[in-house]
């Protein structure tokens, strides 16, 4: 779709906001430390860290200062350079076949619609799939993925509610075993408020697939609600320390203004976003793409 695609058109209210002040800064004229002051303070205004605004902007100060330039367009190239750069910074880690891949992350941010756009994902690509309900706290959140186990038509492994999660991912193990399935994906729960409980339990399902399953790859997702701006990056350091993520998806980029974070995100933490969810629908997913990313941004 390249770079006018779904990311780029999802941002448009980020975009906006940024582009709006952006403009109003050249228009103002201000000249050195001012100007990069307020650039700086554009940055933050978008969720964007201040240790990362600050990186950023002592890097295009430099830049610009060496080519002796300073218009409008020519800052704008550099400053996207250097945040494209920055989404970079972390690789994308590359899918191999048989795998699990685990989605963890707090209530409501959207998991188990993602599980169900990210099982049709697979299946577009010609893979088989099956999807692990170890969400078991609540019987809805085992429906709703059965509802997505049919839209894209792969199996589901569940149990009754209140069962133990690692159970439900024990069984989903042996049935893909069986069936030589490319890919489980695993729905888990989010409740927050029990942390400590919520990492445990996690821990627990890590160590049973490693245990089940050694001959598959392993990757664990952090899923993320882009409209919450900079404490996600908060979520995304709880969860990293509690089952070393491998990378993001983020989801509502639809909906949010404030897209800023994902910088921090990768430049920081240095965990690669993977995909972005684009809306509610089965195929509202794409691959993460740095360069449309930035283009919407500005
Ligand atoms: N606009 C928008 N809504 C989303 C997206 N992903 C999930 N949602 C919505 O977010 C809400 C919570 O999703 P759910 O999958 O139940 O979250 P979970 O608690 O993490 O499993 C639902 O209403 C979803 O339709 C997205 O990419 N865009
Ligand atoms: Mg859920």
Known sequence: ???????????????????????????????????????????????VSVRTAEEVVEQVKEEAIGNKVKDQQFVTDLLKDILEDTLNAADIPEITYPCVIMFVGVNGVGKTTT??????????????????AADTFRAAAGDQLAVWAERAKVRIVRHEEGSDPSAVIFDAVASAKAKKTDVVLVDTAGRLHVKENLMNELKKMDRVVTREYPEAAFYKFLVLD?????????????????????????????????????????????????????????????????????????
């Open 115 to 132: 599980i169900g756009k990210v099982a049709n994902w697979f299946v577009s690509q010609g893979k088989s799939v099956t999807v692990a």
């Open 226 to 298: 882009a409209t919450t701006g900079q404490n996600a990056v908060n979520q995304a350091r709880v969860f990293d320390e509690a089952v070393e993520l491998d990378g993001i998806v983020l989801t509502k980029l639809d909906g949010t203004a404030k897209g800023g974070f994902v910088f921090s995100l990768c430049g920081e933490l240095g965990i690669p976003v993977v995909f972005a969810g684009v809306g509610e629908k089965m195929d509202d997913l794409v691959p993460f793409d740095a360069e449309q990313f930035v283009e919407g941004f500005f």
């Open 1 to 47: 779709m390249g770079i006018f695609g779904k990311i780029f058109q999802a941002l448009k209210k980020t975009k906006d906001n940024v582009s709006a002040k952006m403009r109003l800064l050249f228009a103002k004229n201000k000249l050195g430390d001012e100007f990069y002051d307020e650039l700086e303070e554009i940055l933050i205004s978008s969720d």
